[in-house]
């Protein structure tokens, strides 16, 4: 400090300040009292810049000195990473600092960390030190960072990278279904069905803390690569994946305890050998995460129809047991596999059961019915009891007898009702049980027999099959019943037939059903119709009355239908009509329902071949006695007048206008060859012009329009020349709209 005249003098308050206190501070100020000389001690703390300026105070003076800039530059000497060392499940992120200290051993702000990784197919890291696992092992994570005076300091720690997936169970020989259960054994991806492929699985386990990202992950056998896990597939730590062989399976079923569900084209595993193993490739090759080898030559046996599972199961920071069968671990409750679960049906991860209820606890049920029980499971946390999310529950009853049980793991069972008594219903999980009791009632079943309608036929015997059934399977006793057979008249008829009566007849316990046949001889029959009684009186229980079977027995079907005009050349020149037809006439007392009882009517030239070309299948419709039937054949709409409604038409059938054969043939039938069709396979024949064969005589031809008309509806010689008229002006042809006619009256043909 100075006076006016330029003199050293020694201030009376001298102040020495810092403008910028986070770059550099004043730590201490010494004046000489003899040169009044101050000095000031300054110590830099940040990168940057500040002004240092003194201050006197004197009396009312104050003089102020200029600005000395100084620029604070670090000189770094050491770096240090946090955390030393670290380990991160792959998709997860680890965050490292790497603070900088000068020689003084002073931590500095704001110098500039460049991060790196010595392999980045297994990690990667940010410019802000957050490193990425993207593979699988260990790689070096160095900060580097410039000294300020012209060299470089770095750091470096380890990070490893992990996949902790594990083996924990799978399937390659899955179990056959029991065909005599409700149940569907061998469903171990429970889409209903059992498949040999799409019920093999393997279940992988994450047993670390932290979820884990296995996108790309493959499952492979001795053979080839079965399935890659797609992208974002992350598993929850402590939680299961289960890869099925395929099916669809349904992913939300608690039965598979929370797990990830996949499916693939197949996974092929060898019943009785192979290696799977898990594996994550890279640009360097594969890495292998578990492998699991079984069969001949291998450390594990193979297990037959039933899964390989580790005992104990994998658990958070535990790999598991050796591999053993799954029914040989104790709390299994028979469970040959439990894919999603522990092996006693417990999540993983899951706290022990303490108790389970089973709801409702004391139903009661008509045998024959279905009741759905449902399972809970229960544990203790803090003291308090909660329900146990997701427990795949074995579901059983030592009366086996009494009822059946499916699905037989899950949730949820139905129990149906077959013997009346007392069943045990048993859900099991984690080594303890629930149970209900489920009354089962034994209200007699209602017993019916199916209406049986059938033609006896013209001679010969006819078997007719009667079906007792009972509303609900029989009780143990099963359902005892007489039954008698009658034909309804009370008359002498009665001896057509082959009289049974039944006895004390008895369906057996658990059974709905019961058949016999009765025997009918049509050639003792005397009236075209009768009606067939079936009477069943129960013995066995608290049904009143009787239950009736009613069977229609016809006499002369096959020969109660007859062709009562035929007409050809329709829609040629000088034609009467524009089509050709044939029709048909019932000249019997019952119906015929082309439905039940088909016929065709098949065509052929005069010495020509008959084929299915020429063929009209009658398989719908009925004809009423006195009725008629107009089946409409080839024709056009130009020359002749239009035919009335026809009951059938077809444009195939083309009928020569001057020779010609149709048949009327029964059932399904097909004609072939030139003879003539007589006998038991046709039911009515007419040969025209200069045709090969008729039944009879051929009619002679007339020219070059024909048409041929039955003299009597109601009448059939077996002989065309008896029992036809030919007609040169045919009169218009009759359908089922047509008046009836009575017979066996003499009805003229015109």
Not at 10 to 33: C, E, G, H
Not at 231 to 245: K, Y
Request: with cysteine; net charge negative.
């Amino acid at each position: 400090t100075f006076d006016e005249f330029g003199r050293s003098l020694i201030a009376p308050r001298l102040a020495i300040t810092s403008s910028n206190i986070d770059v550099a501070t004043v730590d201490s100020v010494v004046q000489d009292p003899l040169t009044g000389i101050t000095t000031a001690t300054v110590m830099g703390h940040d990168r940057g810049q500040a002004s240092i300026s003194a201050q006197a105070v004197d009396g009312m003076t104050t003089v102020s000195s200029g600005p000395s800039r100084i620029t604070v530059t670090p000189r770094v000497t050491r770096l240090e990473i946090s955390p030393a060392s670290a380990a991160s499940n792959r998709g997860d992120a680890v965050q490292f600092t790497a603070p900088a200290f000068d020689q003084n051993d002073q931590a500095l702000i704001g110098v500039l960390i460049n991060w790196s990784s010595s392999d980045n197919g297994i990690a990667t890291i940010e410019a802000n030190g957050l490193a990425h696992g993207v593979g699988m092992g260990e790689v070096t994570i160095t900060a580097t960072t410039d000294s300020g005076t012209g060299t470089m300091i770095s750091a470096s720690v380890s990070l490893a990278v992990r996949v902790p997936v594990v083996i924990n169970e799978a399937l390659a020989q899955v179990p056959l279904d029991n065909a005599a259960t409700a149940a569907v054994e061998g469903d171990a991806n429970r889409d209903g069905l059992r498949s040999s492929d799409d019920d093999e699985f393997v279940e992988l386990v994450n047993n670390s803390s932290a979820p884990v990202n296995i996108a790309g992950v493959v499952i492979a056998d001795s053979t080839s690569h079965r399935f890659t896990f797609p992208e974002n597939t992350v598993v929850a730590p402590g939680r299961a994946v289960i890869i099925f062989g395929g099916g669809s399976p349904p992913a939300s079923d608690p039965a598979f305890g929370g797990a990830l569900i996949f499916t693939t084209g197949s996974l092929s595993l060898g019943d009785n050998s192979d290696i799977m193993r898990v594996i994550l490739p890279g640009a360097i090759g594969e890495v292998t995460i578990d492998s699991l080898a079984y069969g001949a030559g291998n450390p594990v046996a193979a297990p037959g129809a039933q899964s390989l599972t580790r005992f104990p199961d994998v658990e958070n920071g535990s790999t598991g047991g050796a591999f053993i069968p799954h029914t040989t671990v104790g709390n299994a409750a028979g469970r040959v596999f439990s894919p999603g679960t522990r092996s006693d049906g417990i999540p993983f991860g899951s706290l022990p059961v303490t108790r389970i209820e089973v709801t409702p606890a004391m139903p009661t049920l008509d045998i024959g019915a279905v009741q759905t029980f449902r399972a809970q499971a229960f544990t203790f946390v803090g003291g308090l009891e909660i329900p146990a999310p997701n427990v795949a529950f074995v579901w059983d009853s030592p009366d086996t007898a009494r009822v059946s049980l499916a699905p037989t793991i899950g949730q949820a069972a139905n129990a149906t009702a077959l013997v009346a008594g007392a069943a045990v219903i048993r859900a099991r999980a984690g080594g303890i049980e629930g149970e209900a009791l489920l009354t089962i009632t034994s209200p007699f079943p209602t017993l019916s027999i199916d209406d049986v309608s059938l033609n006896e036929g013209n001679s010969g015997a006819t078997a007719l099959t009667f079906n007792v059934s009972l509303s609900a399977p029989a009780p143990l006793s099963g359902v005892s019943f007489n039954i008698e057979t009658a034909d309804g008249t009370a008359t002498t008829a009665d001896q057509d037939y082959v009289r049974r009566s039944l006895s004390g007849e008895t369906i057996p316990a658990g059974s709905l059903s019961y058949s016999f046949a009765v025997v009918v001889n049509g050639d003792l029959k005397v009236e075209p119709n009768e009606t067939f009684l079936v009477n069943v009186s129960n013995l066995s229980g608290a049904l009143p009355g009787d239950s009736q079977g009613v069977a229609t027995i016809q006499n002369d079907d096959t020969g109660q239908l007859v062709i009562t005009q035929i007409y050809g050349g329709g829609n040629n020149s000088g034609a009467t009509f524009q089509n050709d037809f044939v029709e048909l006439f019932n000249r019997g007392s019952s119906s015929v329902d082309f439905s039940v009882t088909p016929y065709s009517i098949q065509y052929a030239s005069a010495a020509g071949n008959f084929s299915t070309g020429n063929k009209l299948d009658l398989t719908t419709g009925t004809l009423l006695p006195g009725r008629y039937f107009l089946i409409r054949l080839a024709g056009g709409t130009t020359n002749g007048s239009p035919l009335p409604p026809a009951d059938v038409a077809q444009s195939l059938i083309n009928m020569s206008a001057t020779d010609g054969k149709v048949a009327l043939v029964p059932g399904a039938l097909s004609l072939s060859g030139t003879g003539c069709p007589l006998g038991l396979s046709v039911t009515d024949f007419v040969g025209y012009g200069a045709a090969n064969c008729a039944e009879g005589l051929a009619t002679p031809a007339l020219g070059a329009t024909k048409s041929a008309r039955r003299i009597n509806s109601c009448s059939d010689s077996n002989s065309n020349s008896a029992d036809f008229a030919v007609v040169t002006n045919p009169a218009p042809p009759r359908n089922s709209a047509t008046a009836s006619v009575s017979c066996p009256a003499n009805v003229p043909s015109q």
